[in-house]
């Protein structure tokens, strides 16, 4: 049983790769991985600026859904910050346009709802 403290809500990570770059993924209350940052970083800290960056620009990103290639197909999204860089992309393929388009926004939504505080 949970407790009240314990109920499952968005959360970010940042995780350490192979090759010792950082990279942040959002997951969503049900512990589903949203989305993923869309370059690695050298430092810990400029993946959490990251991150805080793209929490804050989350009402003007844009999204650009494409066709993917990669093992077997299906659509995935990319988000863009104002001036253009690409911060976030989807952590994996959708078999429909469509539910790709509202998996975006669906992060989006995440993103916004997201408590700016709990960015350690």
Do not use: K
């Not at 988000?79 to 959708?94: F, H, K, N, P, W």
């Amino acid at each position: 049983m949970i407790s009240s403290d314990e109920v499952p809500r968005t959360r970010y990570r940042i995780d350490r790769l192979p090759n010792g770059a950082y990279q942040w993924r959002l997951t969503a209350q049900n512990g589903r991985v949203v989305a993923v940052s869309a370059t690695s970083f050298a430092e810990f800290d400029a993946c959490r600026d990251a991150f805080a960056g793209t929490r804050a620009e989350a009402e003007h990103l844009t999204v650009a859904v494409l066709h993917s290639t990669v093992r077997g197909g299906g659509w995935v999204w990319g988000a863009r910050g104002s001036q253009g860089q690409l911060r976030a992309v989807s952590s994996r393929a959708y078999e429909r346009h469509s539910t790709c388009r509202a998996a975006f926004e669906r992060f989006q939504v995440l993103l916004s709802e997201f408590d700016p505080d709990s960015i350690v």
